[in-house]
């Protein structure tokens, strides 16, 4: 019985040294949108980059009557940490995937899921059918939500080529590119959304 703590911190540790990566490069650029006005609901993203890495847990907060962040990215096997800091009880529920329901809970509480297949959820609450939010679930961590602006920027990107994507919830779409990052580099890629 001794050991399961000692695995924990172990497990801790190894979380934190998975961190920090080997040096990797950057992509940022701009997203435009036509319509401009679905361009908030944006990510950027690799399709696919080899390796395991340390499953992360990520937070969405409840306040003020929405979900916070709007837009979020994980990877596949990541948790979401659902938080509740209005003075109202709120419900955490998506219809998509393999689709979930952690109930309802009240200011102070949260309640978390493990998101195991990559894919889009629409992150709702029952309560409040105007809420809504968006868990974007990767095959890799190499994903940014762009911001009010289109802007976005990916860190920590592995030397290599890639394949750079764009989701948006409103169905808008632009080609992928194929990118090549070099350690310690930045490179700019711009995106044109439309029907
Ligand atoms: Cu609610």
Redesign the pocket.
């Known amino acids: 019985m001794r050991t399961a703590p000692l695995a924990a911190s172990l497990l801790a540790a190894l979380a934190v040294a998975g961190t920090a990566r080997a040096e990797g490069g950057t992509i940022a650029g701009k997203v435009e949108a036509t319509p401009a006005k679905y361009l908030p609901e944006t990510v950027v993203y690799l399709k696919s980059v080899p390796g395991s890495r340390p499953a992360r847990t990520h937070q969405m907060d409840?306040r003020g009557?929405q979900f916070l962040p709007h837009v979020l990215p994980v990877t596949q096997g990541d948790t979401v940490k659902f938080l509740n800091h209005d003075h109202?009880a709120?419900?955490v529920y998506s219809p998509d995937g393999e689709g979930y329901n952690l109930g309802s809970f009240k200011e102070g509480e949260a309640a978390s899921f493990v998101f195991k297949k990559t894919g889009v959820y629409t992150q709702l609450?029952s309560?409040?059918p105007e809420?809504l939010a968006y868990v974007f679930v990767g095959q890799n961590p190499f994903a940014a939500a762009v911001d009010a602006k289109g802007h976005y920027v990916i860190k920590d990107v592995p030397a290599g080529t890639w394949q750079l994507a764009v989701w948006n919830a409103h169905k808008l779409k632009a080609p992928d590119r194929s990118v090549t990052v070099a350690a310690g580099k930045k490179l700019e890629a711009d995106f044109a959304l439309k029907r």
Do not use: D, F
Request: charged fraction near 0%; hydrophobic fraction near 45%.
């Open positions: 409840q009557m109202v709120h419900n609450c309560i409040h809420m």
